[in-house]
């Protein structure tokens, strides 16, 4: 897995999480797998939000892409993902977090429906365009890659153009 968004001090960063398809032994994915489906719901959900937002995530992130839950919370329950091995906290900032391992990441966005990676795309841009409203210009690229994963052509077009826009001006 591979990701190179801009990152957001604040709430750790904003990945664009382009999914590298690498074959992953199945006795790997079926451990990984098993260990994720033991897992509460709400630990669950959040880490699969977590899998569409990128490597590396903060919490204000998580709360506002998966709206049931608080932003202490989502903290909760991401220091209990950590625990479990499956996530790392980020630095001395303890309100980032990233996937203790690619293949983590890669196996929980695998056990998404089409229907759940499109509504989680779609909360996950909703988010980033709610937190970063104020300049989105860092963002635009990885609003593209939400926004088309979520199958809303219009907001895929004008952030693509953006970033291309800005690509071009660099």
């Known amino acids: 897995l591979s990701t190179s968004a801009p990152t957001e001090a604040e709430s750790g960063s904003v990945d664009s999480p382009p999914i590298r398809r690498e074959t992953v032994p199945v006795t790997v994915q079926s451990l990984i797998a098993s260990r994720l489906d033991a897992l509460p719901p709400a630990e669950d959900l959040v880490l699969k939000t977590a899998s569409v937002i990128g490597d590396r995530f903060g919490v204000d992130l998580v709360a506002a892409a998966y709206a049931r839950i608080g932003r202490g919370s989502a903290l909760d ?18 309100r980032s977090f990233a996937f203790q391992h690619a293949i983590i990441r890669e196996v929980t966005y695998q056990q998404l429906t089409g229907e759940q990676r499109r509504d989680l795309h779609r909360h996950v841009a909703e988010a980033i365009e709610g937190q970063y409203r104020s300049d989105l210009r860092p963002y635009f690229a990885t609003l593209a890659h939400h926004w088309s994963d979520a199958g809303v052509a219009t907001a895929t077009l004008k952030y693509s153009d953006q970033s291309a826009s800005q690509a071009l001006a660099a």
């Open 77 to 94: 329950i991401l220091t209990n993902l950590a625990e479990r091995h499956l996530l790392v906290r980020e630095g001395a900032d303890t």
